[in-house]
């Protein structure tokens, strides 16, 4: 079966807010998170998106904690995903911490570049200026690490062009459409049709909706010809009042691409799709 016909699923573990006491499946230690990214690579995952938690749980940019959990992932010597690290994981952290990861790891193979600022409601202002966006834009290019282009409103599409045209981000690009944020676009598959129909020419792109949203996207995404972000970051419910674990959601994932006709991407295959160098261990 040829390329086309492969759909990749990323496995977004645990992002930086939603506290164990939601659900208590959510990783939040490197183990925690290695280990739950090694069961999401069984079950059909080629890309786990990285956030990294402190020990009160919260969002932190640490990159120590970012190596820790990469190393154990990589330990396990039959696992090749692909890494895929988060630049905001934490509202307090400046622009220098935002990607000191991303200047100075090993390992990381694409990081989240969100192409613009918005009003996160109720919380604040998800911050990313035109300054931070060039900077790290030079960064991914300097240490070969494709940016995965964070869409949350329509306007950012524009935002992505301009660093685009600039130099700042290689083509074909990566685009994640990300859905249903309060403050942002919601989780429609108008929304969706309409942004993936803007996408630049040749690029590949992914998408995922937020809570309620999730179903709705993932469904219209496959039929859109899209790629499958799935997650406790996301979403935390398998079904209304039934709380999901990671690998249940890359599972029911990997089901609707067999049923769809499709069939789930390998990472080594994510990295064809992606543009990516192959794995060295």
Not at 20 to 47: F, H, M, Q, R
Not at 137 to 154: H, L, S, T, V, Y
Not at 266 to 273: L, S
């Amino acid at each position: 079966m040829s390329l086309e016909n492969k759909v990749i699923i990323s496995a977004a573990l645990t992002g930086a807010m939603t506290p164990k006491s939601a659900n208590e499946a959510i990783p939040l230690t490197p183990e925690e998170i290695a280990e739950d990214a090694y069961k999401c690579w069984k079950a059909g995952a080629a890309v786990v998106h990285l956030h990294m938690r402190d020990d009160e749980g919260m969002g932190v940019m640490d990159p120590a904690r970012f190596e820790e959990t990469i190393k154990l992932i990589r330990a396990h010597e039959d696992c090749d995903l692909v890494i895929n690290c988060t630049t905001s994981g934490d509202h307090r952290a400046d622009d220098d911490l935002r990607m000191a990861h991303v200047r100075t790891l090993e390992g990381i193979e694409i990081a989240s570049y969100d192409a613009g600022s918005f009003n996160w409601m109720p919380g604040g202002i998800f911050a990313n200026s035109p300054q931070f966006l060039a900077k790290l834009g030079q960064a991914m290019i300097d240490r070969n690490i494709k940016p995965e282009i964070e869409i949350f409103d329509a306007g950012m599409l524009g935002v992505a062009d301009y660093f685009i045209n600039d130099g700042k981000i290689k083509t074909p690009a990566h685009y994640q459409l990300c859905l249903g944020v309060v403050g942002a676009m919601p989780a429609t598959v108008e929304n969706l049709l309409y942004l993936s129909s803007k996408l630049p020419k040749g690029s590949t792109w992914s998408a995922f909706g937020i809570g309620r949203g999730h179903l709705p996207i993932m469904y219209a995404t496959l039929a859109l010809g899209g790629h499958l972000r799935v997650g406790l970051e996301d979403n935390i419910y398998f079904s209304k009042g039934v709380k999901a674990t990671n690998v249940q959601l890359v599972n029911r994932a990997a089901d609707a691409i067999k049923v769809f006709g499709k069939q789930t991407a390998t990472p080594a295959e994510a990295r064809e799709i992606l543009g990516l160098p192959a794995l060295k261990r």
